[in-house]
């Protein structure tokens, strides 16, 4: 009845989204996700498909299609029949990716229709333990009083948390060096030996060297303190340029524009569902990961207000476009 009651309105969408609405799913489902397997994105996907496996009553598959900022993905899901048997893992890394690269097969705004949001996962900012800084407002001071003599580490030039880290300076007010090294591993190594003075990067990797007190973090990057670390203040927390400051990562989930609006109310539903559902939070919370879903609405507006931040970032940092 609300199916048909929703296409009454829309005239020549009635055929389409009744019929579509009836059978769907009609086949296996198919989550492209833009990562390698094993990292935090991949083992989101598979956690959420899983149990929207059992809610939709048809196998739902992990493609792997890693490269190129995600480009690779992308187009494939764009191009995809707009069906909903064909999704895309989307990101922050996503709205980066609209940000930087000077042209894409695809517009990252036009060409999807947003789902959900899976999960969110918290940015920290670390020093080594040993190291001169015991605070947040100790770095800043150092900072402040040297221009251009703080080295901040991250991943590769273009990812999320290296961008982080250029509005965390350009927030800050700083004048500081952000080093990008080739993957988190390498930022680490390069905290312990004194290489650099501090890093910023997703919170889950860097946890095991936090508990056993290699690394010291001074503050998380988010709109509030992070589950695992209550007792480590936001950057916000410290009030005056920084008051305003919030970067996190999260992904969720997309398919090709022309994709019914039944379908995709539908898809919303079921992984909302899925995210709400217990074990899954648990899953990813083991993870370091916060399960989150949202309206279709919601995440675009999000990926759009991501993709108009990052563009400001890149053009103050002087990042070249690729």
């Known amino acids: 009845m609300l199916a048909a009651a929703a296409a009454i309105g829309t005239g020549a969408w009635l055929p389409l989204t009744a019929s579509a609405q009836a059978g769907f799913p009609s086949k296996p489902l198919r989550i492209v996700v833009p990562n390698a397997a094993g990292g935090a994105a991949d083992l989101t996907a598979?956690?959420?498909?899983q149990r929207l496996a059992v809610s939709l009553g048809q196998s739902v598959v992990i493609d792997n299609r890693p490269g190129a900022g995600g480009v690779v993905a992308g187009e494939l899901v764009a191009r995809a029949e707009p069906d909903g048997h064909?999704?895309?893992?989307?990101?922050?890394?996503?709205a980066v990716s609209a940000a930087l690269f000077k042209a894409l097969p695809f517009d990252t705004l036009k060409d999807f229709a947003w789902v959900s949001m899976l999960a969110s996962f918290d940015l920290a900012l670390v020093v080594a333990e040993d190291g001169r800084f015991k605070t947040l407002a100790e770095l800043l001071a150092y900072a402040r009083a040297n221009p251009g003599k703080l080295n901040i580490g991250t991943p590769n030039v273009g990812?999320?948390?290296?961008?982080?880290?250029?509005?965390?300076?350009?927030?800050?007010?700083?004048?500081?060096?952000?080093?990008?090294?080739?993957?988190?591993?390498?930022?680490?190594?390069?905290?312990?030996?004194?290489q650099i003075d501090a890093g910023v990067d997703i919170l889950g990797p860097l946890m095991p060297q936090i508990a056993s007190r290699a690394l010291r973090p001074l503050a998380v990057l988010g709109e509030r303190?992070?589950?695992?670390?209550?007792?480590?203040?936001?950057?916000?927390?410290?009030?005056?340029?920084?008051?305003?400051f919030k970067a996190a990562s999260w992904n969720g989930l997309a398919v090709p524009a022309r994709t019914p609006p039944e379908i995709v109310a539908r898809l919303s539903?079921?992984?909302?569902?899925?995210?709400?559902?217990?074990?899954?939070?648990?899953?990813?919370?083991?993870l370091n990961l916060?399960?989150?879903?949202?309206?279709?609405?919601?995440?675009?507006?999000?990926?759009?207000?991501?993709?108009r931040r990052w563009n400001e970032v890149i053009a103050q940092a002087k990042i070249a476009r690729q």
């Open 159 to 194: 990812t999320t948390q290296n961008l982080a880290a250029e509005w965390f300076r350009i927030s800050a007010g700083i004048d500081a060096q952000v080093v990008p090294f080739n993957g988190t591993p390498p930022v680490i190594t390069a905290l312990r030996g004194g």
């Open 290 to 307: 916060a399960a989150q879903g949202s309206s279709p609405e919601q995440l675009g507006a999000l990926m759009a207000s991501e993709v």
């Open 269 to 286: 539903r079921e992984v909302q569902a899925a995210v709400a559902y217990p074990e899954v939070g648990k899953r990813l919370s083991e």
């Open 225 to 244: 303190r992070a589950p695992q670390l209550p007792d480590v203040p936001a950057a916000r927390e410290s009030g005056g340029a920084l008051a305003g």
């Open 86 to 94: 064909t999704l895309l893992l989307v990101s922050s890394g996503t």
């Open 46 to 49: 598979r956690t959420v498909a």
